[in-house]
């Protein structure tokens, strides 16, 4: 069966420091990854997603980035953290056939003092 | 471009009583529907989705949802309310057979008072 690992659950980093959040995908192959934000009381807002290893689509300019350094590998990364990074971070995975919804993780809750 | 909207932010509902939870989207085709539920600090579960045929679909849980298209609707229900309910529930929505992303509501907090 699939499973989705996401790490790390909680994190604190001061503002300025670099980010790196973790997610990786197994028993599937290809398929499309998902970074989400969730800010309080502001729903969810999609970051980037990947459909292939090296294919990147931002959806939201702002201070993270992302790569997919292998087929199922999802990282989601930042140079220097602003207060406004605060919040709880979605990684989801999507099978490419048809009827998949997504699989979500269990989330990093990432707060930038 | 495709949008979701869950009209309620909050909902209180005494346990045992029914429950729906409204979501409307705006599409000019059928899309593809789901519901997912969260719980604090969790990741968000898959509840149902809908494709095509049955418009009306069960999901984990005891949940069902009805997709009517003439009102662009895909509303959430539960005859019986539990305590293990209270959680934030999110209607989505794909569109086209290969959709590469969903969009999301912003949610419904269902509280659920003894």
């Known amino acids: 069966s699939q499973t989705i690992h996401q790490w790390p659950a909680t994190l604190v980093q001061p503002v300025g420091s670099p980010l790196s959040l973790e997610c990786t995908v197994e028993g599937t192959s290809n398929p499309n990854l998902y970074w989400y934000r969730q800010a309080a009381g502001r729903g969810l807002q999609l970051l980037f997603y990947s459909v292939g290893i090296g294919q990147i689509s931002s959806e939201v300019p702002q201070n993270l980035s992302a790569s997919r350094p292998q087929d199922r590998q999802f990282i989601l990364s930042s140079k220097k953290l602003l207060l406004s990074d605060s919040g709880f971070y979605l990684c989801?995975?999507?099978?490419?056939?048809?009827?998949?919804?997504?699989?979500f993780g269990s989330g990093t809750r990432l707060t930038v003092v | 471009a495709q949008s979701v909207t869950q009209p309620d932010i909050h909902i209180t509902v005494s346990e045992g009583a029914s429950l729906e939870l409204r979501c409307n989207y705006s599409?000019?085709?059928?899309?593809?529907l789901f519901w997912y539920v969260q719980s604090p600090g969790q990741g968000l579960q898959l509840l149902l989705k809908y494709f095509s045929g049955d418009t009306l679909v069960q999901g984990i849980k005891g949940f069902e949802a009805e997709f009517k298209r003439s009102q662009s609707s895909f509303n959430l229900r539960k005859p019986s309310v539990h305590w293990s309910d209270a959680a934030e529930y999110f209607c989505?929505?794909?569109?086209?057979?290969?959709?590469?992303?969903?969009?999301f509501g912003k949610g419904t907090m269902l509280l659920v008072s003894p």
């Open positions: 599409y000019g085709a059928t899309p593809y």
């Open positions: 989801a995975w999507r099978g490419t056939g048809r009827g998949y919804g997504y699989t």
């Open positions: 989505a929505v794909g569109v086209g057979s290969g959709y590469s992303t969903l969009t």
